[in-house]
T-cell receptor, first 112, second 112 residues
Framework: KQEVTQIPAALSVPEGENLVLNCSFT??????LQWFRQDPGKGLTSLLL?????REQTSGRLNASLDKSSGRSTLYIAASQPGDSATYLC???????????FGSGTRLQVQP | DVKVTQSSRYLVKRTGEKVFLECVQD?????MFWYRQDPGLGLRLIYF???????EKGDIPEGYSVSREKKERFSLILESASTNQTSMYLC???????????FGPGTRLTVL
């Protein structure tokens, strides 16, 4: 059964820093990986989806990479801002059901 | 923009009540999902539906049922609410065309 792990569980940085969030998965036979953002008490907002054939996907200050062979993905946030404070989750789809298996998330706090 | 709406943001019910959680999506997506999110346990799949009138059990279906009579609407039913069903409930929809899952704002259910 697929397991998804995110490190670190929590991160606090000063505004302006570049930072990297890590995601690892045990079964490398995935066809994509999705990164989400969740604000406290709210639903999930999709940030980026990387197909298995891609190595990177960019949206504004966000860049996600995928290395299937090593079972890892990273989310790079450039020039962090207080508005980036949230929990970031990565998820991979189950091959058959298309439902997602989620990591436990990284709670990010950007200090002004 | 894809929009997934859920009938209530907050709900308080009593033990033994029958509870209906409604989810509506406006993008003609074939697949819909119900997850619950609990501290320390992350997001877990309750039920999913590939298409109208089709439903499949997820990882934690006990105590729940679902209904999908129309493509845009996926309902989660708690037949007899119990205190251990106090949780955040998240609905999502997906189309195979893009593979991105879109989430609703969530319903925080408290069972007293």
């Amino acid at each position: 059964k697929q397991e998804v792990t995110q490190i670190p569980a929590a991160l606090s940085v000063p505004e302006g820093e570049n930072l990297v969030l890590n995601c690892s998965f045990t079964d490398s036979a995935i066809y994509n990986l999705q990164w989400f953002r969740q604000d406290p008490g709210k639903g999930l907002t999709s940030l980026l989806l990387i197909q298995s054939s891609q190595r990177e996907q960019t949206s504004g200050r966000l860049n996600a990479s995928l290395d299937k062979s090593s079972g890892r993905s990273t989310l790079y946030i450039a020039a962090s801002q207080p508005g980036d404070s949230a929990t970031y989750l990565c998820a991979v789809p189950d091959t058959g059901r298309r439902a997602l298996t989620f990591g436990s998330g990284t709670r990010l706090q950007v200090q002004p | 923009d894809v929009k997934v709406t859920q009938s209530s943001r907050y709900l308080v019910k009593r033990t033994g009540e029958k509870v209906f959680l409604e989810c509506v999506q406006d993008m003609d997506h074939e697949n819909m999902f119900w997850y619950r999110q609990d501290p320390g346990l992350g997001l877990r799949l309750i039920y999913f539906s590939y298409d109208v009138k089709m439903k499949e059990k997820g990882d934690i279906p006990e105590g729940y049922s679902v209904s999908r009579e129309k493509k845009e609407r996926f309902s989660l039913i708690l037949e007899s609410a119990s205190t251990n069903q106090t949780s955040m409930y998240l609905c999502a929809s997906r189309t195979p065309a893009t593979d991105t899952q879109y989430f609703g704002p969530g319903t925080r259910l408290t069972v007293l």
